[in-house]
């Protein structure tokens, strides 16, 4: 039995009430210099809905006789504050893992709230598609220090962020993210509730080439083009499960698809008749990685985490229950769209986000833009 914790608006999924720590030893327990480390306390981990399954955490538990407790964020901004906050704790109290997108965890390496994984400690890592060991080959996994190259994340899942459209209503896929903003879907549309994401969509629909990096110049028709997109909005997620509950509820036609197909497979399993779309003009795209906070309080733990969730339960999870792609198999994956733009660094995060708080509101364009 698992309980639900709410805290600041976060879900944590507390599983130390019945994964008690084991006290006797058994098969494939990892190295006693981890089990020890294990003893000081629960394995805390950070993370995005669906990546930490119950069984996949029982599964650890029973592995290394360690309790786990995981905290779920729905935004990016959410993530940063949490692990900011975090940051300033001591002994106990910080995170020992989080999950993360290549392109924030840039943010929280410049910010130095990471440390580097000995990829050798995770054998797992043999189990993942060529272009995923290939980790330097992948902006912002690797840095470059005075002790030569680390590893800044291990790839675990990815997913392209379409469209998933009611096939009743929208009889073919739509073939532009400008669909969210057809006035005659007006009252029709679920949207994301975050501005990072938010204010690349804009860009990505007025055809910019730039979607993560606004000039000066630019904030104001961003900011005009998401106060469109809100008055054609009938709701706002900031969830999977929750986005499935609004569309059903408000009969809608059309989502933006934040977290990918695990919401189009949370729609079908509720019985909906949609189907999911990257329009021809392309569609943003994620690779969530996992990587370790510069104050872990159980680093070898999370090496030992990181490895199991790269094995074939967690890995076949995201496939069948979640339907987003695991860096381990070519099942479920999304490159046979033609033009994916993966998440890279913003260039003020916390602008984008301040300024999606006001538009979401209600504010009119003058009032966003005030200083």
């Not at 962020?161 to 739509?174: A, N, S, T």
């Not at 900031?238 to 059903?248: I, V």
């Not at 229950?321 to 998440?343: F, I, K, N, P």
Request: net charge positive.
């Amino acid at each position: 039995m698992f309980k639900l914790l709410q805290a600041g608006g976060l879900a944590a999924w507390c599983c130390g009430l019945v994964l008690a720590h084991a006290g006797t030893a058994q098969a494939g327990l990892i190295p006693s210099a981890v089990a020890a480390a294990a003893d000081k306390g629960a394995l805390r981990v950070l993370a995005w809905p669906g990546y930490a399954e119950p069984e996949v955490v029982r599964s650890f538990t029973a592995r290394t006789g360690v309790r786990v407790e995981v905290t779920v964020v729905d935004t990016d901004e959410a993530l940063w504050q949490q692990l900011h906050a975090a940051g300033q704790a001591h002994g106990t109290q910080g995170f020992d893992v989080f999950a993360v997108n290549t392109a924030e965890l840039q943010r929280y390496v410049a910010s130095n709230l990471v440390q580097g994984i000995d990829v050798r400690r995770i054998p797992n890592t043999r189990l993942q598609l060529p272009r995923f060991r290939d980790r330097a080959a992948i902006p912002g996994l690797v840095r470059q220090g005075a002790r030569g190259e680390q590893v800044m994340g291990i790839p675990f899942t990815y997913s392209a962020m379409g469209l998933i459209f009611d096939k009743r209503q929208l009889r073919e896929p739509p073939t532009s993210m400008a669909a969210l903003w057809d006035p005659a879907l007006q009252g029709k549309v679920v949207i994301y509730n975050g501005g990072t994401h938010n204010f690349s969509l804009a860009a990505l629909a007025m055809g910019w080439d730039t979607p993560f990096q606004y000039a000066d110049t630019q904030w104001q028709a961003g900011a005009d083009k998401l106060i469109a997109l809100r008055r054609n909005a009938v709701a706002v997620y900031t969830q999977p499960e929750e986005s499935a509950r609004l569309f059903m509820r408000h009969h809608a036609a059309l989502m933006f698809a934040n977290y990918g197909m695990q919401q189009l497979n949370l729609l079908k399993a509720a019985g909906a008749d949609v189907a999911y779309a990257i329009p021809k003009d392309g569609a943003l795209a994620w690779l969530d990685c996992w990587a370790i906070p510069r104050n872990a309080p159980h680093r070898n733990l999370a090496h030992a985490w990181i490895d199991h969730l790269l094995g074939t339960e967690a890995s076949a999870l995201l496939v069948t229950r979640q339907g987003l792609s695991s860096t381990v198999s070519e099942a479920g994956q999304d490159g046979a769209h033609q033009r994916l733009l993966w998440l890279a660094p913003v260039e003020d995060a916390m602008r984008r986000e301040t300024l999606w708080r006001r538009i979401r509101s209600g504010d009119r364009l003058g009032k966003v833009m005030a200083p």
